[in-house]
């Protein structure tokens, strides 16, 4: 069923009565009451009203007969009815069914021709009993159901039935919500994450909320305070949900406004009008519509979180980490989520409070203490991210690293990824921990790679850093190198670690790039991605980088027509770097005072054509353009040791005047000593 | 109307995409694909893992054309696509009995 704004349809030649016509005017004039954008739980609250009014006059003057009851459902049920909202509605009677239907026609048909959407069903007590025992929507839509009108003891009866089977079995209903919850991500997908979100039914949308509630109307027969009040929901929490639920109520009306539809998936085309409409303008790094969608996922993120808590207390009743004593300092509550990550069970309420409670400044300071606390956390593995998670959930995450702020929450509006940039990143060290230890890892590579890793804190570290430069100004890297240069840096990791997590953020996109849009039969290429990753260990980590990175970014980037390209370039890579063509291990074969002859033969030996040309002084083919002869530049550059670059440079010197100005031995050659005059100072014979 | 579909190096594709427009094509299809041809899959080593590649990463790229552009398109793309080594690829050409642009509705050569 589609819904509509009332009063949209074309009229069907007949004026509404009166209480109809009332409502249509209400209802215009409510929308108009505050800007699209601003239609929240109390136009929602209000919407309803005006619309009970209206049914309760029509239900009178359509004369019922004694027995029945008219109630609202659902939604409408709850008191929040969105602008095009449909509206639900139960007749509870005792008699026939097919004796009602002429009051249901004289009920509804005014409707109808005004353009609601009504939905409508005639049931005795005990056929709602049946309904809700057979499916959980008509379970959970009897539990919000409230009395309008007609005969209130059999409406009593019918909500009492429905109440009380529920109530036998309060951790069962608990157990189908979360499966339902689990049912809904699955087709419609997190609305933390997804760039086209569900308001509703996705995960984290307004369905978490409604779940939590009926929980509080079965286990207790109160609202979310009961939650609060049994431990179930901690005060910080509940304010969480709250906001989230104004939030997104005001998000999904501006939708039905906009759109003058029932739909509540803010698609792509929307998002324009509803961050104008909710007040989301450009700043510096963020338009509008990222803004908005920036806080969908923060709030999305809050109830799919604390809705899941709540449950998996719920359902774990005493077994709960509760945790042992949280020390309230920066380290102690870094070493507390390591524990945590180490573990399965879910945290106690209590144990949260005791995390925020402590006393943890803005920014940290970091000393040996928190590093050696933040690295055991991050060894972790998959539970890492978790913790890191719960940390930026309760907004200490960026105290302990500022440069994490400009990424949470940011939407990535590129056809591969499924995820904001933060998450991204944690579901990528997620994937590299899992890389690292997973035992049924069908990859080869990867298995053999994970013994290569030299320093397993840095690829971790990586891993959490390689997209910090996406902060909505371009060029990624480049930023997202400054970026993790600096929290490195603040953290005073060893330079083992520091070196190598600083390489994985500079070159995360080298082996794919490459691997897909370059030809890797040129030796050249093959020999510059070489030199630019220096040595195997180095090459092992950036090819989990970029297995990890690609799984965590969605099932697009990582398929086998990729991962074939990508590890024909690494296996031709490791080549290069285990035979030490041109690489250290010639270098080292090169012991210093080599003559140099020896060592002009070696190096031809080694040499890619190019680069044998330019030794003997040849002139290259018109061909070979200078560009291509930077990779070996860079070679050298990178892999050889001072006292050879330095041979080698006296060595070709004389090249620097061969051929025309413009000559490719010449460019070459001047380039090289560019180079060299940076690395060794050597600016020609004296 | 003619569909030319053509199998090529991933690398290739700018190339080829350049030349075609060189030509006066006006849009193309582009497609991920794996397969193998006389030069079947290979085995590649990484240090101690040895792992056969049974299907050669290649892209495939589909145009429509009118019958008397299809050689220069045919053309283009085997100039464009070659690098004298094994694996360069493969193109063949169908007849197309019909074309139609969703849009407007047209048909036939008008739609290309």
Known sequence: ?686 | MKLVVAVIKPHKLDEVKEALRDVGVQGLTTSDVEGFGRQRGHTEVYRGAEYQVDFVPKVKVEVLVDDADAQGVVDAITKAARTGKIGDGKIWVLPVEQVVRIRTGERGPDAL
């Open chain 1, 1 to 686: 069923m589609t819904g509509a704004l009332p009063g949209t349809a074309a009229g069907r030649g007949r004026e509404p009565p009166a209480p109809v016509a009332r409502l249509l005017g209400q209802l215009r004039a409510l929308d108009r009451a505050c800007s699209p954008g601003h239609h929240g739980r109390w136009s929602a609250r209000r919407r309803a009203e005006l619309v009970d009014r209206c049914l309760r006059e029509l239900f009178d003057a359509a004369g019922p007969p004694p027995g029945v009851a008219l109630a609202a459902l659902g939604g409408y049920g709850r008191g929040e009815l969105a602008p095009a909202s449909d509206l639900d509605l139960l007749i509870v009677h005792r008699g026939r069914a097919e004796d009602l239907r002429s009051l249901a026609e004289r009920l509804l048909y005014p409707l109808w021709d005004a353009g609601f959407s009504v939905g409508h069903a005639l049931r005795t007590p005990d056929e709602c009993l049946a309904f809700a025992a057979g499916r959980l929507d008509a379970a959970t839509s009897m539990l919000d159901a409230r009395f309008l009108a007609g005969d209130l003891l059999v409406f009593d009866e019918a909500h009492r039935l429905v109440r009380g089977w529920l109530r036998e079995d309060p951790r069962g209903f608990a157990a189908r919500l979360v499966e339902d919850a689990r049912e809904r991500e699955e087709r419609a997908g997190a609305t933390s994450r997804v760039l086209e979100p569900d308001l509703k039914e996705g995960r984290g949308g307004l369905r978490d909320l409604h779940a939590l509630t009926w929980v509080a109307r079965v286990a207790f027969d109160g609202d979310l305070g009961a939650l609060v009040g049994f431990g179930l929901l901690r005060d910080r929490e509940r304010e969480a949900l709250e906001d989230a639920w104004e939030f997104l109520t005001r998000a999904r009306s501006a939708i039905h406004l906009e759109t003058g539809r029932r739909s509540d998936r803010l698609l792509l085309e929307l998002q324009p009008a509803v961050a104008g409409a909710m007040g989301f303008v450009d700043e510096p790094g963020l338009t509008g519509p990222d803004g908005l969608m920036r806080a969908v996922f923060e709030h999305a993120r809050q109830v799919e979180h604390v809705g899941g808590a709540v449950l998996d207390r719920f359902l774990a009743g005493d077994q709960l980490v509760v945790g042992a004593e949280v020390e309230p300092t920066p380290a102690g509550v870094l070493r507390a989520l390591a524990d945590l990550a180490a573990g399965s069970a879910p945290p106690a309420p209590g144990f949260l409070d005791a995390v925020e409670r402590a006393d943890v400044p803005d920014p940290v300071p970091w000393d040996d203490e928190v590093r050696e606390a933040f690295l055991r956390l991050l060894r972790a593995g998959e539970g890492a991210a978790a913790a890191l998670d719960a940390l930026d959930r309760m907004g200490l995450l960026v105290r302990f690293l500022p440069e994490w702020a400009p990424v949470r929450c940011r939407p990535q509006r590129d056809p591969y990824h499924r995820s904001p940039v933060d998450v991204h990143l944690l579901d990528t060290l997620a994937g590299a921990a899992r890389l690292l230890e997973d035992e049924d890892e069908d990859d080869p590579v990867v298995r053999e790679a994970r013994r290569l890793v030299p320093d397993r804190d840095g690829l971790l570290l990586g891993a959490l850093f390689h997209d910090a430069g996406k902060v909505g100004l371009g060029g990624h890297v480049a930023a997202g190198v400054r970026q993790a240069r600096s929290a490195l840096d603040r953290m005073g990791l060893p330079p083992a670690s520091r070196d190598l997590a600083l390489f994985l953020v500079e070159h995360h996109l080298l082996l794919s790039d490459t691997a897909t849009r370059r030809d890797l039969e040129d030796d050249d290429l093959v020999l510059d991605v070489a030199a630019r990753v220096g040595d195997q260990g180095r090459l092992a980590a950036l090819y989990l980088l970029t297995v990890a990175d690609a799984r965590a970014t969605g099932p697009a980037a990582w398929t086998p027509w990729r991962r074939t390209l990508v590890r024909e370039l690494v296996a031709k890579v490791q080549h290069v770097l285990e035979r030490g063509e041109m690489g250290p291990e010639l270098a080292e074969r090169l012991a210093p005072g080599t003559v140099d002859a020896g060592f002009r033969a070696a190096l031809a030996r080694a040499a890619t054509p190019a680069m044998r040309r330019v030794l003997s002084g040849l002139a290259p083919s018109g061909a070979q353009r200078p560009e291509r002869l930077s990779a070996l530049e860079r070679l050298m550059w990178a892999a050889t040791p001072l006292e050879h670059l330095r041979r080698l440079a006296e060595m070709a010197w004389p090249l620097s005047a061969v051929g025309s100005a413009r000559g490719v031995v010449r460019l070459y050659a001047e380039r090289f000593f560019r180079l060299v005059r940076r690395r060794v100072g050597w600016r020609g014979p004296e």
